[in-house]
């Protein structure tokens, strides 16, 4: 039986998926790094297998390295470190809400990290390693590109959002594997309906303001959150009566006050500072590109926007390329500015400022102009792995992404790292609205299965979610991608016999 490193979010789906795949003598993982709410039905299912405590691992990694000596070190002198370590060190803004992990702190954590994935790689001998998401904690991130770099073979759900399902690949950025499981054509259909239902609204809205349910839910929460410190307390101390069982978890009602209004403080500030330097009366006449950042910190840019994970660095590479006589409009992702999210954590006012030094380059003000307006305005919309690329492509516009996305490939959407000649890109023809939506449904038959990745994804397909035999298709789609699939692959590429 193969043995694997397994990383995944919270959902019962995936424990059942890698219970399903020693049951039936596929393989059985040997390294558990996840979601702390599996840990324990972890260790009762695969007693063999160590299991990673994740939060210990994420704070305080140097407390987990092995008693013994870890070799084969070679990781230190690749030139994929400063990559790696750039984005992992990135990613720790995530478990850092205070800003108080300094340079320091955060490269002693890297190094702690990575010896511990070494001395793992190097004692346990996995035949792959699988993760459920793009990896975004930085430990789990570190751990998948150590095992690229020494060898063992790492795949990774990607997530087709508009339709609920899942697709298998190698890597980040590698191949994508065709689903070759059975498919049940009632789900298939349900699921189509949302992707139809999104090009629909696209397609048919004009240039007014128009926001996915996801961002108007957010705004909705943000807009109704109650800042009182009772209302907050009520709130937040209902179901942690339990911590007071447990006096070294007891969670500060007090201390989550601050930090909830030092956030909204900062945020205040940072929409000050947009404000203040965004153009006014932005003219769409004149030919641009628009650049639509991306939400951050999120796996959308980090890891997913490969070798542009840093926003700043990819608009100054588009600004380097595009011919001067084509302004560049940068809009703030709605969604960074609502106390709800966890904004505070990717953004630094300094970055607007940095924005707006880049000759030939404006921020538009998202209370002024939709990012409607400006996708249809635009010569080319711009953006790391957005959905902004896909509404351009839908109604005939040309689009621009960094990194990788479920649409990668998609007609009328270039890849930066493919273009030659913006010159030619500028004029060059576009596809239809069918023929965007024909790849699209090509690519759901080809590639995916029922699916979503973690619980926060639950509420994004009302009444698909719950239904029995959209989970049954899930648990079967999982189980045929990984123990078909993906195996397949795996022999085909590293010529293991089963």
């Known amino acids: 039986m193969l043995k694997y490193f397994f990383s995944m979010p919270g959902r019962q789906l995936w424990l059942d998926l890698a219970i399903g795949l020693s049951r039936t003598n596929v393989a059985r993982p040997c390294l558990w790094i996840g979601d702390p ?9 695969f007693p063999d297998c160590e299991v990673a405590d994740f939060d210990g691992l994420r704070y305080a990694p140097h407390l987990q390295l092995a008693a013994s000596s ?18 992992a060190l990135k990613m720790m803004d ?15 954590a890297f190094h702690a990290a990575a010896l511990w994935g070494i001395e793992k790689i190097n004692r346990l001998r996995p035949d792959f390693f699988l993760t459920i998401e793009s990896p975004h904690a930085y430990t789990s991130y570190i751990l998948f590109e150590l095992c690229r770099i020494y060898g063992v073979p790492a795949y990774s759900f990607g997530w087709f959002p508009l339709s609920g399902g899942l697709y298998l690949r190698e890597g980040l950025n590698d191949a994508i594997i065709p689903y070759t499981g059975p498919r049940d054509e009632t789900v298939d259909a349900r699921m189509w309906s949302f992707v139809t239902q999104y090009a629909n609204t696209v397609t048919a809205r004009t240039t007014e303001a128009w926001e996915p349910s996801y961002m108007q839910a957010q705004k909705a929460k943000d807009a109704s959150a109650d800042t009182r410190f009772l209302s907050y307390a009520r709130k937040h101390t209902r179901g942690k009566l339990r911590r007071l069982l447990k006096p070294s978890k007891y969670f500060s009602v007090t201390e989550g006050y601050r ?3 030092a956030k909204r403080a900062f945020l205040s500030g940072l929409q000050g500072t947009l404000s203040d330097l965004t153009t006014k009366g932005l003219d769409l006449e004149r030919p641009f590109v628009y650049f639509a950042l991306q939400y951050e910190p999120e ?4 890891p997913d926007g490969l070798d542009h994970t840093d926003q700043i660095r990819a608009l100054a590479a588009l600004r380097d390329k595009l011919p001067q006589s084509h302004s560049i409009y940068v809009r703030e992702h709605p969604s960074q500015l609502y106390s ?11 970055i607007y400022h940095a924005i707006r030094s880049i000759r030939g380059v404006e921020l538009a003000d998202n209370e002024e102009v939709s990012s409607a307006s400006l996708i249809r305005t635009a010569a080319i919309t711009a953006t790391i792995t957005g959905t902004a690329a896909l509404e351009a492509a839908l109604i005939g516009k040309n689009a621009l992404i960094f990194g990788h996305s479920w649409f990668s490939g998609c007609p009328n959407i270039a890849d930066f790292s493919n273009v030659d000649s913006f010159e030619d890109l500028l004029q060059e023809d576009t596809a239809d609205a069918d023929t965007v939506m024909a790849y699209l449904k090509q690519r759901f038959v080809d590639y995916t299965f029922p699916g979503y990745q973690n619980p926060s994804q639950t509420g994004l397909y009302p009444g698909l979610a719950d239904d029995e035999t959209y989970q049954r298709a899930e648990f079967g789609g999982a189980m045929h991608s990984v123990s078909t699939d993906l195996i397949a692959h795996l022999k085909q590429r590293t010529d293991i016999s089963s």
């Open 37 to 45: 709410r599996l840990e324990a039905g972890a260790q009762d299912a």
């Open 70 to 87: 870890t070799d084969n070190l070679s990781f230190f002198e690749s030139p994929d470190l400063h990559r790696v370590k750039d984005n």
């Open 94 to 108: 995530r478990i850092d809400p205070d800003k108080t992990w300094s340079r320091v702190d955060r490269e002693a």
């Open 259 to 261: 930090k909830e209004q």
């Open 299 to 302: 796996r959308t840019t980090n």
């Open 340 to 350: 709800s999210n966890r904004g505070h954590l990717g953004r630094s006012q300094t």
